[in-house]
């Protein structure tokens, strides 16, 4: 009776605090309520299953609360559903205290988890309903006198009072990716105050990555029976014993990016780790190695699983239209290496058919230079990579004004591709699991969202729809696998591999809807600036030279991946990671540009003073590198009439001397310049020097001059002595 009498003094309060959008999850003097624990649906007899975290931010003691909650009428539309989220409705079907002031306060700074496990039939509403679908649940928290609201939440009750008949056709897709860990020089960073890294952490016992594969291999394989049940009837001997089914295997598309598997890999099998710029050298024995081969060779177990299809995934999770915008050839590069890293990890590597694009970003220059790889036949593509499609009534699938639940079809030139339309509510409600500050609501919301799609046509058999979790995110295992769960167990939901999903879209002989691919994408708001892809091309000419010289392919490969890392969707959107993600091209930039110095010109003598008109002139090319290289050196001037070029391979740590024949033209002395460039075979310099050819022959033509010049001044000044001499003995004595 108390508790009556409680809910009735209450009910007042509740309803205003609704209709004054009290109920939005605010704190109000300093005591905020979060939501840490909810069954995804209820049937008739079944507890709340209900955890809320009461938490005291003022400066004082709580000293005790009551909880209330209120039930809401079921939503009919999406659209209403959304709307609950940010507000709740303001009709109240049903309430009941759940719980009155308990003793133990809630101490200033501090938190206090309660749990609300009062039947479902205790609201009332519940207990007559007949429909199945979302009913909007409103907890309230109040002080301990009842008259003071301190805060409150809305969330999503999925009830079902009768199973559901025709379960609705979704397609999970689970990314496994982490932002990259090992550094450019192939060593794997560790903070300064840290004695591990975040990728070690991740596959630590307690850590995310870890927790989600294990949730994976969980969900994945055929589920044991619950033990039988075996109860003996008075008088009827023992009743034949019980074994209900377990639950079917969740069927999923698998996205593992490579850069991720092969990063676990490393590990798996020792590593170097980097700490304040010191590298040493952890053997495969320790136990962060340890944990990297116990992760790893679950992901493997679930990659193989005839409920798991895997897909592939371009090298480093970029964003497709911003490399075919910005390096048009790393689309190529992104999927060689993804295949590379595939096929060295997994016994049946994932093909090219199935391509999983990040962020479901495509267009439909990437779609071509998909097609001419091979490579996406069938894939993934978000609304915003579409052309809407005509008028809001034709927009649903199969059913007009509905959500579109429907396979697609996109023509692109010659080639066409099959696939997925991601919803974008839908979508949305993912992402939220990776950035909302109360996790459990939003995948909540998530549940919601799936059974209020379901609820539009729940007789429709012909309905599929596709939902891909974050790809950047690290979920708490908790969280991980309670969604997992949640999808493999949820009755309005029947999952299905990808490939699965179209089968049984042609055995329905339903039609794919054609949609049509956009040519030009709009930037996103998290894309990094034109000085990052600056810094990415600004590499990429550098690498391009470097690998011209043939260095050892395991440098080249670091150091292109290093490159493609740097256009991984992980770095956006953070300052602090784009910066880390920009290191990837602009230390591979350094190290190329590195490598590249150690090639030089000996110390030639500027001047090189010739005495003949033929002559060798010496040139030496040093290879300090620890590897022979190929390059050329090209001799050139135009005054020398010379313009030759000398492959050459220098091995390394040595020399190599070119004696070049240097012929100074006739009739011509003086100084020649010599330009001396040694070349990557790609034709771009690497070191030059310019020589000085001083040439001190004599022409024969001049000298003849000089000499018959001298002869005739010789020759005149004699003549005119002679005749001057007879001149004056000719002439008469004068008296």
């Not at 003996?232 to 074994?243: L, M, Q, T, W, Y």
Request: with cysteine.
């Amino acid at each position: 009776m108390r508790r009556v009498g409680i809910f009735c003094a209450l009910a007042t309060l509740v309803f205003s605090a609704a209709l004054s959008g009290a109920a939005l999850g605010q704190p109000s003097s300093g005591v905020e309520m979060t939501l840490v624990r909810q069954a995804p649906w209820r049937v008739p007899g079944d507890p709340l299953g209900i955890g809320v975290a009461i938490h005291n931010e003022a400066a004082e003691d709580l000293p005790g609360y009551i909880v209330t909650v209120t039930a809401h009428s079921r939503v009919l539309s999406r659209s209403e559903l959304q709307q609950s989220f940010s507000t709740p409705p303001t009709f109240e079907a049903s309430a009941i205290t759940a719980l009155e002031a308990p003793e133990a306060p809630v101490p200033a700074g501090g938190t206090v988890q309660v749990t609300l496990d009062d039947p479902v039939d205790s609201l009332q509403s519940l207990a007559v309903a007949t429909e199945g679908g979302v009913y909007p649940l409103t907890i309230t928290l109040f002080d301990a006198t009842g008259t003071e609201q301190l805060a409150a939440l809305t969330t999503p009750l999925i009830y079902y009072p009768s199973p559901p008949e025709t379960p609705l056709k979704i397609v999970p897709i689970v990314p496994v990716n982490a932002a990259p860990a090992r550094g450019p020089n192939g060593a794997f960073a560790t903070a300064p105050e840290q004695t591990s890294g975040e990728l070690e952490d991740a596959l630590s016992g307690e850590g995310w990555l870890r927790g989600l594969v294990t949730s994976l291999e969980e969900v994945t394989r055929p589920q044991p029976p619950p033990p039988p049940r075996s109860n003996r009837r008075r008088g009827h001997g023992p009743k034949p014993p019980v074994r209900p089914r377990g639950p079917a295997p969740l069927h999923l598309g698998l996205a593992v990016t490579p850069r991720t598997l092969e990063e676990i890999a490393d590990l798996s099998d020792g590593f170097d780790r980097e700490t304040n710029g010191e590298v040493v050298t952890v053997r495969s024995s320790d136990a962060a190695a340890t944990a990297a081969r116990f992760v790893l060779t679950q992901l493997r177990s679930v990659a193989a699983r005839d409920t798991v299809q895997p897909l592939f995934v371009p090298y480093s999770y970029p964003d497709l239209p911003s490399v075919e915008s910005n390096e048009p050839t790393h689309i190529r590069d992104q999927l060689n290496e993804a295949e590379s890293v595939f096929d060295a990890q997994f016994d049946d590597a994932p093909g090219r058919a199935w391509v999983f694009p990040p962020g479901g970003r495509l267009n439909a220059d990437t779609l071509a230079e998909l097609a001419s790889e091979n490579s996406g036949q069938h894939t993934f593509v978000g609304e915003r990579s579409l052309d809407e499609i005509g008028t809001v009534d034709a927009h649903g699938c199969p059913e007009p004004a509905l959500s579109f639940a429907c396979a697609i079809s996109i023509e692109t030139g010659s080639a066409q591709t099959t696939g997925y339309a991601l919803d974008e509510d839908l979508q949305l409600r993912a992402t939220s699991l990776a950035t909302s500050s109360d996790p459990r609501l939003a995948l909540q919301e998530l549940f919601a969202e799936t059974s209020m799609i379901r609820e539009e046509l729940p007789s429709r058999a012909d309905r599929i729809i596709a939902l891909v979790l974050p790809g950047v995110w690290a979920p708490a295992p908790d969280l991980a696998r309670d969604l997992l769960v949640g999808l493999r167990d949820a009755p309005w939901l029947a999952s299905q591999m990808p490939a699965e999903g179209l089968r049984s879209v042609e055995t329905e002989q339903v039609p794919l809807r054609s949609r049509r691919i956009l040519t030009r994408l709009q930037s996103p708001a998290d894309a990094p600036t034109r000085t990052y892809e600056a810094s990415i091309g600004a590499a990429v000419d550098e690498l391009e030279k470097f690998e011209s010289i043939q260095p050892p392919a395991s440098l080249i490969q670091r150091l292109n991946r290093n490159v493609l890392t740097s256009e991984s969707r992980s770095w956006w959107g953070n300052a602090v990671l784009e910066a880390r993600g920009e290191r990837f091209a602009t230390d591979s930039r350094a190290e190329a540009e590195r490598e590249l110095a150690k090639i030089t010109i000996g110390d030639n003598p500027s001047e090189v003073r010739l005495t003949s008109r033929q002559a060798k002139v010496p040139v030496v090319v040093f290879n300090e590198a620890s590897y022979p290289v190929t390059l050329s050196v090209h001799l050139s001037s135009p005054q020398l009439q010379i313009d030759e070029l000398y492959p050459e391979t220098v091995q390394a740590h040595s020399l190599r001397q070119l004696n070049v024949d240097v012929n100074v033209p006739a009739q011509a002395s003086g100084i020649f310049p010599l330009s001396v460039t040694v070349e990557a075979p790609d034709g771009e310099p690497i070191v030059s020097r310019n020589i000085s050819i001083r040439s001190t022959e004599f022409n024969e033509i001049a000298l003849g001059l000089t000499f018959g010049a001298l002869a005739f001044l010789i020759l005149f000044y004699v003549t005119r002595s002679l005749r001057r001499r007879r001149t004056g003995r000719s002439e008469p004595a004068r008296a």
